[in-house]
């Protein structure tokens, strides 16, 4: 996996992202924002915002920064900000290397993304970074089962995770202990409870 190998896996897959992947990954974007209780007032920073499927579920108040490595992506989020460019913004922007200051956000949400960056432990940093003492940090996404036929299928197509955009192998385990996060909960979420929400808490 590479940073290009993304841009351009997104780029194809940008037109008709929302029609195959909203409603699977729905029910994970829902259980995220409810878990992350904002309130008015509160600064949250997602990180992969995509087509912005998950703006709506953020309740008034709460500023919303979005940031995506893909342009194209990007075009379909902003039509989704709507009225709301007064608390919604988004940037263009690597996750590996966020343009914000240390302290930044009250909270930071990256769904359906740790298994797309080329560094996911680079991606978690970053989070940690922007993120204040005492924060929370949140996570959706699909980690590769231990054993059975899905597994054997996750290790069948990895070597084509620059064409599809992410890793099908990626061990709950490994990026746990990669991660280094101070875990609060995790639940199963999608469909057969295939992808996993991580709730965290930054150090204080």
Not at 29 to 41: I, N, S
Not at 124 to 135: A, D, Q, T
Not at 172 to 194: I, K
Request: glycine share 8%.
């Amino acid at each position: 996996m590479d940073e290009q190998s993304v841009v351009t896996a997104y780029r194809r897959l940008s037109r008709q992202y929302d029609r195959f992947f909203g409603p699977v990954f729905e029910q994970g974007r829902e259980v995220a924002v409810r878990k992350m209780d904002c309130r008015p007032g509160d600064r949250v920073l997602e990180v992969g915002v995509g087509t912005g499927l998950s703006l709506d579920h953020y309740g008034d108040g709460v500023e919303v920064v979005g940031i995506d490595v893909s342009p194209e992506m990007l075009d379909y989020a902003k039509a989704r900000v709507n009225g709301n460019a007064d608390r919604i913004s988004l940037a263009l922007m690597d996750a590996q290397a966020l343009e914000y200051a240390d302290d930044s956000f009250d909270k930071v949400v990256a769904m359906y993304v740790v298994s797309v960056a080329p560094d996911p432990k680079k991606v978690v940093e970053e989070m940690k970074r922007v993120c204040k003492p005492g924060g929370d940090l949140f996570i959706v996404n699909h980690f590769s089962q231990g054993k059975g036929a899905m597994a054997s299928l996750e290790r069948m197509v990895s070597p084509l995770s620059k064409l599809v955009g992410f890793r099908p192998s990626f061990p709950l385990d490994e990026f746990l202990e990669m991660a280094e996060l101070d875990v609060v909960e995790t639940q199963p979420v999608n469909a057969f409870g295939y992808w996993t929400f991580i709730h965290a808490r930054c150090p204080a």
